[in-house]
């Protein structure tokens, strides 16, 4: 048996799930599966995953006989994982070169920990917007309440990086795919009440950030407030039981609920000010309802109904926030940082390296001819 599993869902992204899949096996580390599911894709995907397999065995497919969904299609995968560590990767990003290395040398060095969290990069096509490890300031292993702050919504955080202890994922209750979007973070959070992690600054996985992905596909609005709080109670859910089975102490507990406590107010008023900048008004005011019915912040809703009123006043702000919001994409992208230059580097070394060979490139013309 295989020491590690990756998990692909894919859904009518043949060209991406290349890179995808050749990022896994060009990895250093040789002890792992590749496991494909399908989402009845209905395109040349089953082609493009046998071109791999028919070089590699540990190369699997699975197509299922219809669109489950998303996030159902990342649970799928993860029932059938049956290697003690797994990692799950979007048909539209990419590993790094040593990241299996780096998770399995830490893991099996320290018995303990039931995640490793490595460098995180976002990619737009052109600059790296973001490395969120990065300003964590911490590294190697750390306790629960330490990776569950550093992991805490408001936070620029998915799982592309991360390799999972797969006792340590169904002793915390497995992905949640109710959650929409944000079970990923939902699930990393469900995992740091009760275990520690590793954590390693090194660059291990690439999050790709373009119009097609589901996040930017979506406009922001799996992430509404009643999501918000059904995200944090889940989480809450999950301290109380972990308390109850002996998992944490009361002192764990109680700063594990402080974190969650005092984020949501905050996370709530800084979500109604981005749907406001993105044009989503109603979104807004059902978050100012939230943070007076949930929170008891009638002072904050008060902000939001503000700027959200369809008089001069609200116009001015919604027009500042989009302003701002485009400023701060601009800097965010043209950032001269010499170490979002080497990280740009680096991922545009890798991007080359996983092209299609020249066999693969010119397969798929032809077919393209004779179709």
């Not at 295989?2 to 992204?13: D, G, N, S």
């Not at 799930?17 to 040349?44: K, T, W």
């Not at 092209?355 to 693969?360: A, F, G, K, Q, R």
């Amino acid at each position: 048996m295989a020491t590690i599993t990756t998990i692909i869902p894919t859904y009518q992204r043949p060209r991406l799930l290349r890179g995808c899949i050749r990022s896994i096996l060009a990895q250093s580390y040789p002890d792992f599966e590749v496991h494909v599911y399908d989402n009845a894709s209905g395109d040349e995907t089953p082609e493009v995953v046998a071109q791999f397999a028919a070089r590699d065995p540990r190369v699997n497919y699975h197509v299922h006989p219809r669109n489950i969904g998303m996030m159902e299609n990342f649970a799928y995968g993860i029932a059938q994982v049956d290697t003690p560590y797994f990692n799950i990767l979007s048909d539209d990003d990419f590993l790094l070169p040593g990241f299996f290395d780096a998770a399995i040398d830490n893991l099996t060095a320290d018995p303990e920990p039931g995640f490793f969290f490595g460098g995180l990069l976002f990619f737009d096509g052109a600059k790296a917007v973001a490395a969120p490890v990065e300003g964590w300031n911490i590294e190697g292993r750390v306790e629960p309440s330490t990776i569950f702050r550093a992991l805490f919504p408001g936070n620029w955080i998915t799982w592309t990086s991360s390799l999972f202890r797969t006792a340590a994922v169904a002793a915390a209750g497995g992905l949640k795919p109710e959650l929409g979007y944000g079970a990923d973070v939902e699930l990393l959070l469900r995992l740091a009440v009760r275990n520690a992690a590793i954590v390693s600054r090194k660059p291990c996985g690439v999050m790709n950030l373009h119009h097609g992905s589901a996040s930017a596909a979506d406009g922001g609005q799996q992430y509404s407030a009643a999501r918000i709080l059904t995200i944090f109670e889940s989480v809450e859910n999950a301290v109380e039981l972990a308390l109850r089975e002996g998992s944490i102490t009361q002192e764990e507990a109680r700063s594990l609920r402080t974190i969650i406590r005092n984020g949501i107010e905050w996370r709530l008023f800084r979500r109604a000010f981005v749907l406001l900048a993105q044009g989503y008004r109603n979104s807004a005011m059902e978050t100012a309802e939230t943070l007076e019915g949930r929170c008891g912040s009638a002072r904050l809703a008060a902000i939001v109904r503000v700027a959200a009123n369809a008089n001069s006043v609200g116009r001015l702000t919604c027009a500042g926030l989009r302003s701002i919001s485009r400023v701060r994409g601009r800097l965010r992208r043209h950032a001269p940082t010499d170490r979002y230059r080497e990280y740009e580097t680096l991922i545009e070394r890798v991007r080359n390296d996983l092209e299609p060979e020249p066999s693969e490139a010119l397969g798929r013309t032809m077919r393209i001819a004779a179709g």
